[in-house]
Structures are given as C-alpha cells and as structure tokens.
C-alpha cells in the first residue's frame, strides 16, 4: 500500500511510520502546509516532500484543490493526516474518498479540535488514548478505525499525558497500517462488512 503522509509540526509520528514500513505499506512521499522539521525529516529518510504553503493561496478552498494535486501527484492508496494542523475541505477529500486518515490524541468522540489533551485533564476523565479514524468534512468526526486506551494518571501535566498518548498513537497507526484489511483501510470498507 503506498501511503503519503500530510504534516505540519516535529515529524515524530513520521519517523515511527517511516521507520516500520515494509511488506504491508511504503511511504511514496510527505506533503506539508509549512517548512518544518517533519520536511527534514522526511528528506533526511529519502523520502520525496512537497510544500504546499496555506500562505501562498488565494484562499482556502484554492488551498484545498492544489494540496489534492500535490498529494495526487504521488498516486496514493491511503493519506495519513499525522500531525497535520489543517482542516481538510471538500476540494481535498472528493479527491480521496475513504482514502484519508487521522491519528487524534484522545478516545473519540470525546474531545475533538485541537486541545484534546487539555480537554481531558480538565474534565477529569481516568482513561483517555488515541484515535485512528477516518477523515470527514467535520472535525475528528470521521468514522473510528482504531483506539487505544491510556491511563491518565494524578501527576499528569498535560505534557507528560501528551508524550504517553504519543507513544501509544505511534503504535497504533503502525498496526493500522501493517494489517490495513483488519482496520478497513487502503481501499477495503470494513463498515459494508
């Protein structure tokens, strides 16, 4: 399966994905909104990256349709949003149907949006983890692929609980990605099933 990966921050997630690819997937290339470090990254791994800078469009919608052409270009089974701070719009996602997917820090449908962490240390939940899911036109209310769970612990700071999730999220986007007819994804609709 090949699989490009959209970014916008550190690249961690990308570097777990990079580093487990194999028999079941390869990652054909990187596209991000910005330079950052993930675009070091990815270079540094050999791996081909686009910029497609948000500031350098007209608006959002022309955004859209020249991130659709970027990602396109690289004739993706599956576009892994990891880490990527931008919603994703129609131009974009009628370009992949149910070929987009987002890994979120927290157990779905609890705490969508950006501050998923914060969120959950402020409302007091024991249990919270990471999402794979796949994306829609809403705010992480795409259909759920996988979860798991992790513990928030008395002492957590919204950083230590973060580097968990993390570490949990890595995991499992990779077993999403080695076992994709398992989860449903790359082409195989688990929901008809």
Do not use: K, T, Y
């Given at each position: 399966m090949n699989v490009v990966i959209l970014v916008s921050g550190t690249g961690t997630l990308l570097q777990s994905i990079v580093a487990a690819q194999g028999e079941s997937y390869r990652v054909v290339g990187t596209v991000a909104d910005k330079d950052c470090p993930a675009v070091e990254r990815a270079r540094q791994a050999g791996i081909p990256t686009t910029v497609v800078a948000f500031a350098e469009q007209p608006d959002r919608a022309a955004?859209?349709?020249?991130?659709?052409?970027?990602?396109a270009g690289y004739n993706?089974?599956?576009?892994?949003?990891?880490?990527?701070?931008?919603?994703?719009?129609?131009g974009f996602l009628e370009r992949f149907p149910n070929k987009v997917i987002n890994t979120h820090p927290a157990l779905l449908p609890s705490f969508p949006g950006a501050h998923a962490v914060r969120d959950a240390l402020a409302y007091g939940v024991k249990i919270t983890g990471s999402t794979v899911h796949l994306v829609d036109e809403g705010v992480d209310t795409g259909p759920i692929i996988a979860q798991a769970a992790v513990d928030v612990l008395p002492e957590d700071s919204e950083a230590t609980l973060h580097e968990r999730i993390k570490v949990a999220e890595r995991q499992l986007i990779v077993d999403v990605l080695r076992a994709p007819g398992v989860y449903g994804v790359g082409g195989v609709d688990k929901r008809g099933a």
């Open positions: 955004w859209n349709l020249e991130l659709a052409a970027a990602v993706p089974d599956l576009v892994l949003s990891a880490g990527f701070m931008r919603i994703l719009g129609p």
